[in-house]
């Protein structure tokens, strides 16, 4: 029989909130974390706004001792932050530093987008270009090399199960949970810490405004910039952050009596192939339908089953066909599609931690029985309008949801789409 | 600069990363700063560029090797400051 993975832990350092109960409020109340960013303005970005998280280093402050944050970077205070909460959450215990004892059945995929480019830019290159490599001191190796950010997550929870860092792009936060939960299905781990980080930096952002992907309309309105499903939408809105999902073997969820959020049921990962309408910076739109098919068969549902959407929408011209997509593969009739909502249009594209960040979201509608505004799009797009009905432009109640499906697509044509169930034992 | 002060100097410098917290109750110049101390080698470096930054000294990569205890860098500063 084949095992099933519950969530008995979120964590959550979101542009719009820290912390579970913040976020979750102003994902009832639709309350943008999209701010201007003085760096990207001094360094002449098209688009000047940005969703940061806030108070960040408070917290760090607060929960790790001086010498863990001398050496942890920004994507790593983000992805810690957010593994202790989950950690917490789950009702585990923070091992004591000094004790030697290493928890093999529990393990890490944390993935990055980017990785530590923000301590590239402001300390490798600088300092190279300078002379005075030895200036940089010890850590620059595990700042910016990619699996950085798993690898001190690992020796702040003893963790002896594998620990790794995913990276495919966009789609990196919903792959990691995919990853994590077959890990526990094969019986290899009992439980993961699952997500996604990503700092906020101008230089991480950069490549972007360069590729005139950003939306550079709405820097008076930094609230009204990220602008996902409307007619007005001029690209997406770079954000930073990190996501994090305890995954856990029902058996051990069970016997040490956690609180369960809901089942990660199923899981799908594939890739485009850059075919079919698919490049290196678009969706195959033909991939895309299958790996949501995959997803719920890999769940054991139908299409006509899921109650609610978390789609990946950034608010490029990639959304109608988007929803096309979704409208295809789950067989419905415009004006039938389940509620579809854009997490994005509250906390901006969080790249690498995206899918984890959203997928928070998701689970929180799924567990406490409401869907999120998306916000910013009371002008939907023509293409997107046939669907109109189906976006909340406020928080709707939603008491009895059962499934909730979310899907993550990034730059390589790569896609990941999870399904999450309601826990009913 | 007194001696005194730059061992507060070092010290200061050698806290956060401190694994043995009663080592460094009773620190002394003979006090070892992996042995004792427990701190990690990786971090010395970190260390070393506190000091620079702290006396306004520079230090070779020659002179680091012969820091094993807390008075080894005592006197490697001392000696620096002149």
């Known amino acids: 029989m084949t095992t099933r993975v519950v969530i008995t832990g979120m964590g959550v350092v979101a542009p719009n909130g820290v912390g579970l109960p913040e976020f979750e409020q102003s994902l009832r109340a639709g309350r943008s974390g999209i701010r201007h960013v003085e760096a990207m303005a001094d360094a002449k970005f098209g688009c000047t706004v940005a969703g940061v998280p806030q108070g960040v280093d408070e917290r ?241 549902i139908g299409a006509q089953d899921v109650d609610a959407i978390n789609g990946h929408l950034t608010a490029t011209t990639a959304d109608p066909r988007e929803i096309g997509s979704w409208a295809a593969a789950l067989e419905r009739e415009p004006g039938d599609l389940p509620p579809i909502t854009a997490t994005k249009s509250m906390i901006g594209h969080t790249l690498g931690a995206a899918g984890a960040i959203e997928s928070v979201a998701a689970v929180l509608m799924l567990s406490r029985g409401f869907i999120h505004p998306s916000i910013n799009c009371e002008d939907v797009h023509p293409e997107i309008e046939p669907y109109a009905d189906s976006i909340p432009h406020a928080m709707q109640e939603f008491a009895n949801m059962k499934t909730i499906i979310k899907a993550g697509f990034g730059f390589g044509d790569v896609n990941a789409c999870l399904v999450f169930r309601a826990w009913e034992g | 600069m007194e001696q005194s002060a730059v061992m507060e100097g070092v010290v200061k410098i050698l806290t956060p990363w401190v694994k043995n917290e009663d080592a460094l109750q009773a620190v002394g110049m003979e006090t070892n700063i992996l042995d004792d101390l427990k701190v990690n080698s990786a971090r010395l470096v970190d260390v070393v560029i506190a000091f620079e930054d702290e006396f306004d000294i520079e230090i070779d990569d020659e002179d680091v090797d012969t820091v094993n205890t807390v008075g080894d860098a005592v006197k490697l500063i001392s000696e620096k400051l002149g």
């Not at chain 1, 850590?139 to 690992?154: D, I, L, P, Y």
């Not at chain 1, 996501?243 to 073997?249: C, F, Q």
Request: charged share 20%.
């Open chain 1, 60 to 300: 760090v402050e607060k929960e790790f001792e001086e010498d863990e944050r001398l050496v942890m970077n920004m994507s790593h205070r983000y992805a810690s932050l957010s593994c202790l909460e989950a950690w917490r959450d789950a009702g585990l215990e923070r091992p004591a530093r000094d004790s030697e004892t290493v928890d093999w059945e529990t393990g890490a995929i944390i993935g990055t987008g980017i990785g530590g480019m923000d301590t590239t830019a402001e300390k490798v290159v600088p300092l190279t270009d300078a002379k005075k490599v030895r200036r940089m001191g010890s850590t620059a190796v595990e700042q910016v090399m990619a699996s950085g950010v798993s690898a001190r997550v690992s020796g702040q929870f003893a963790l002896g199960n594998q620990v790794t860092t995913n990276s495919s792009a966009c789609s990196t936060g919903t792959e990691a949970i995919a990853m994590g939960l077959e890990r526990i299905r094969s019986g290899a781990a009992v439980r993961m810490l699952c997500g996604g980080s990503e700092a906020a930096s101008h230089y991480i952002w950069a490549g972007f405004d360069a590729m005139r992907v950003l939306n550079r309309g709405s820097n008076e309105a930094p609230e009204k910039a990220s602008r996902p499903m409307s007619a007005s939408a001029g690209g997406f809105i770079p954000g930073a952050g990190a996501g994090v999902l305890l995954l856990e073997s029902e058996e051990s969820a069970r016997s040490r009596g956690a609180t369960i959020y809901a089942e990660v049921a199923g899981q799908a990962i594939n890739c485009g192939g850059h075919r079919m309408g698919g490049s290196m910076t678009a969706p195959n739109p033909e991939s895309v339908r299958r790996c949501i098919l995959a997803a719920l068969q890999d769940a054991g």
